[in-house]
């Protein structure tokens, strides 16, 4: 019984602090090498947080390295969830980017062994420096979070990807250092932020050199020391490197599949903070049991489980891993300091017990939704592979007042399948699976998380799962498992997706933003979305009053879950410029008010888990003051690319051009054709049709290209006339804009181009500027950072034959669709001949 109490007191702990546990959708037992290498695990107490500021910054060969040959408790800190990156598979942007990397990390990380955290900071995007991040980011708020995390992490070492300077090559990263330098010290301060946690005392603090080409005048060899890190590992069959390579290809949205490296490699470290390492990241830091007292017995324990495994018969290490648990829990009372080291020791127990005994515990909903106020059935199902007797008691609940669980009691023998549906009423209080982080409006490029403990939790934890006691030798251990759902695809095999709590009705915009050239009428798409049978109700539609709108209320009823019906509101602008959100309000049969009302959003990529949104129900309407000639355009697609839905808004005959119909078409019969974001990086048939295209624009065509970049570029020279590739960009979005050539079209025909045109553009200005070109190129603008020299090489324009070619570096693709208005009409004016 004094076991029982002891496991009650560390359970409450652990159902408080357990993170991962959840991450895998899925439910894993480990091959027979696993389990041994988890096993070895346990002899090692140590920590290490590497440190870095984006998603695919973190080295993975270091983290694989740490984790599995130095079998270390690691993390990954990334101040930011990479949203104002590119995107190479789609056309997410901002925000929804940010759950695409941050997805990618969290397989990259299921794969080395590492956790992951983050901050509250959100990317906004390439900086020059840290002066200029710590312009935008909140530097005091920033370093509470980091200082959070290490104090809940409680790492002896922290590792940096980036040095203190511009070396480090992007503002973020070079940020990423000074934080970490002072959080390093604020983090043992007692008199700093004690809300944050326990003061924790790092070991040291150093940089990891090598990888990065940074053996420069940064790095000091006086101070720095090296290791090999690409090891074999004959228990996973892998070596480090390899393992690094697979999980850095899980950055898939930034195009960073990587080959495998079978050989070994060094990797350097110089030290910044702390005492001073010699030969290895961990001297004079012991990773023994035998920095807790009254733990002996836990070490003898170790060597027996170690000496004794069998590996065509893990089972039979049951008995002593199951009191070695008892061990831990009992020292758990005496050395409360240590119980941060304690409750990582207990959860990889329960995860090797399970693996041993071949246990398999799933729960899967019969629908990959349920809505708010509905039901939900859940299917249980368990087997096990051992020959020993185990009674399993499972409790189906979730983290929610309202919630109305269920338990049962089972008695499972080996090879045999158990399974039992229930069914489960889901509370109209009850949150939708909204990430936690998009609940709330950002405020001054940081996200507002009102709940602390998901702070330290790179996800959401699923909101309905079971926790499954279980018994076997008069003794117990647990697991948590998520409530998911599962399918079958005949191409694929078996799929798991998370459960999606929804909003009882959704409604769907179908555009984003809606432009208007003239005071023409438009209609747009409006979809109402049953997330429940029997939805009746009321839809209305608010707009501002310079506008009109028909219908502006809409009764419906959805009779089945998932029934969809489409309105098609008739929207007039006003005469003049305006710019306003139509939004959507809710009111459901037998409630009394209107409700703001919530879409649904699928992100659906099969590297990662499906991520679904609920989005306000809201589309930006922008009344441009422009004159578009209506001509009909090619468009060559790049990557990410969502302009050309906008020039259809304009009035635009958009055709998208891919390789058939370039072969095909006979392109005189466009106007304009338009090359998109890094297709000449991304499309390998245009090294051939290039050669046309600059036929097309000799015989009288305007090819206008958007950014490309230098690496990987598919054709033999990104202009009509030789233009010099360059990295420099404009990060400032407020950035004065001078106008090289004022009298040329562009600025001029048929939109008059003004200072008033640059206003409100968004993240940045452009990237990728040529840096040099041919004399036959007219440059049309300049614009440069602060105290940086201009940059002119940002929109470029040649005649060629009898047409126009056209080079811009400008971020067109970021501003059209935030709706920028002068980035449009300048963009128009580039259309033209």
């Known amino acids: 019984m004094k076991h029982f109490y002891l496991f009650l007191f560390i359970w409450l702990i652990l159902s408080i602090k357990l993170t991962l546990l959840f991450a895998q959708a899925s439910p894993k037992i480990l091959h027979t090498g696993e389990i041994l290498n988890k096993i070895k695990k346990l002899e090692v ?14 080295n993975t060969a270091v983290i694989a390295y740490l984790s599995n040959e130095k079998k270390v408790r690691t993390g990954y800190l ?112 007692e008199n700093y932020e004690p809300s944050l946690g326990k003061k924790h005392q790092t070991t040291r603090l150093v940089w990891n050199e090598y990888s ?43 195009g960073f599949g990587t080959a495998k490296n079978y050989g070994n490699r060094i990797d350097w470290f110089q030290h910044f903070k702390g005492k001073k390492a010699e030969k290895d990241l961990f001297d004079d830091i012991d990773l023994s049991w035998k920095k807790i007292p009254h733990s002996q017995k836990i070490q003898a324990l170790l060597e027996e489980i170690i000496r004794t495994y ?114 489960y009423f889901i509370p109209k209080n009850f949150p939708t699976t909204q990430p936690y982080w998009l609940r709330q409006k950002k405020e001054n490029e940081f996200f507002k998380i009102d709940n602390e ?92 009053n310079d506008w009109k709108i028909s219908p502006k209320e809409y009764e419906f009823n959805l009779p089945k879950k998932e029934d969809e019906i ?120 245009l090294k051939v049709e290039q050669k046309d295209l600059h036929e097309y624009v000799e015989n009288g065509g305007v090819l206008v290209v958007q950014y490309q970049t230098a690496q990987e570029l598919k054709v033999p020279q990104l202009g009509v006339f030789p233009i010099t590739q360059s990295r420099e960009r404009v990060t400032e979005e407020k950035a004065e804009v001078r106008f090289l050539s004022p009298k040329h079209q562009i600025l001029n025909s048929p939109n008059q181009i003004s200072q008033e045109d640059f206003k409100n553009w968004v993240q940045e200005r452009g990237l990728y500027f040529a840096g040099s070109w041919d004399i036959n190129y007219t440059p049309i603008l300049s614009s440069n950072d602060t105290n940086e020299k201009p940059q002119d090489g940002g929109l470029l324009v040649a005649k060629y034959g009898k047409g126009k070619f056209i080079y811009t570096g400008y971020s067109f693709f970021r501003q059209i669709p935030a709706g920028v208005s002068g980035a449009i009409r300048l963009f128009v004016n580039l259309l033209e001949k």
């Not at 892998?238 to 390579?245: E, G, Q």
């Open 45 to 58: 107490l140590g920590s290490a947080l590497y440190l870095a500021a984006h998603p695919d910054d973190e």
């Open 78 to 189: 990334s101040l930011t969830r990479g949203d104002g990156g590119q995107n190479l598979i789609g056309a997410e942007q901002s925000e929804l980017l940010g759950l695409i990397r941050t997805q990618e990390l969290l397989q990259a990380r299921r794969i080395d062994g590492g956790e992951q955290f983050f901050t509250r900071a959100n990317d906004f995007g390439f900086s020059k420096n840290a002066q200029e991040t710590f312009s935008i980011w909140n530097k005091k708020e920033l370093l509470k979070d980091v200082v959070r995390i290490i104090r809940y992490f409680k790492p002896d070492v922290i590792i940096t990807r980036f040095p203190p300077n511009r070396d480090a090559g992007h503002g973020h990263h070079e940020a990423s250092m000074l934080l970490a330098l002072e959080a390093f010290e604020l983090a043992n301060d």
């Open 212 to 254: 990065r080409g940074f053996r420069n005048a940064t790095a000091d060899s006086t101070k720095s020391f090296s290791t090999e890190i690409g090891n074999f590992n004959h228990l996973l069959g892998k070596s480090n490197l390899v393992i690094a390579a697979e999980s850095r290809s899980m950055h898939k949205s930034q």
């Open 310 to 423: 069998q590996p065509e018969k893990p089972f039979e290490s049951v008995g002593l891993l199951l009191r070695l648990k008892k061990e831990i829990l009992e020292i758990g009372e005496k050395n409360k300091d240590y119980l941060h080291i304690l409750d990582v020791k207990i959860k990889q127990i329960d995860t090797i017990l399970k693996s041993c005994l071949g246990l398999w515990v799933d729960a899967n909903a019969k629908n990959c939704n349920v809505s708010q106020g509905d039901s939900l059935e859940v299917n249980v199902e368990i087997s096990q592979n051992s020959p020993f007797p185990i009674e399993i008691e499972y409790h189906l609940t979730a983290n929610h007042r309202d919630f109305e669980g269920w338990s049962e009691k089972v008695n499972v023998s080996k090879g045999k399948m158990y399974s039992k549906k229930n069914k």
């Open 453 to 544: 403990s998901e702070f330290l939790v790179p996800e959401n934890q699923p909101f309905i799962f079971a926790n499954v006691n279980v018994k076997i030798k008069n003794d117990y251990f647990q697991c948590q498992i998520p409530v998911t759902y599962k399918f079958v695809k005949p191409e694929e095999g078996e799929i798991y997706r998370p459960l999606e709590i929804t909003p009882a009705v959704m409604v769907n915009f179908s555009e984003k933003n809606l432009l208007f050239a003239s005071e023409k009428t438009e209609e747009l798409k409006i979809t109402i979305k049953a997330g429940k049978n029997n939805v009746k109700g009321k839809l209305k539609l608010e707009i501002p």
């Open 566 to 685: 489409d309105i098609f509101a008739k929207i007039t602008p006003p005469k003049n410029v305006s710019i306003g959100n139509i939004k959507a309000f809710i009111q459901l049969e037998n409630e009394s008010t209107f409700i703001e009302a919530k879409g649904i959003l699928r992100i659906e990529y099969a590297h990662i888990p499906t991520q679904t949104l609920f989005p306000i129900a809201e589309t930006k309407l922008n009344r441009l003051e422009i004159k578009t000639t209506s001509p009909k355009i090619g468009y060559i697609a790049g990557a990410g690319d969502e302009i050309p839905r906008y020039l259809t808004q304009l009035g635009y005959q958009v055709t998208m051009l891919d390789k058939n119909l370039l072969q095909k078409e006979n392109l005189s019969s466009y106007k304009t054709i338009i090359v998109g974001v890094r297709a000449y990086n991304t499309e390998e048939h």
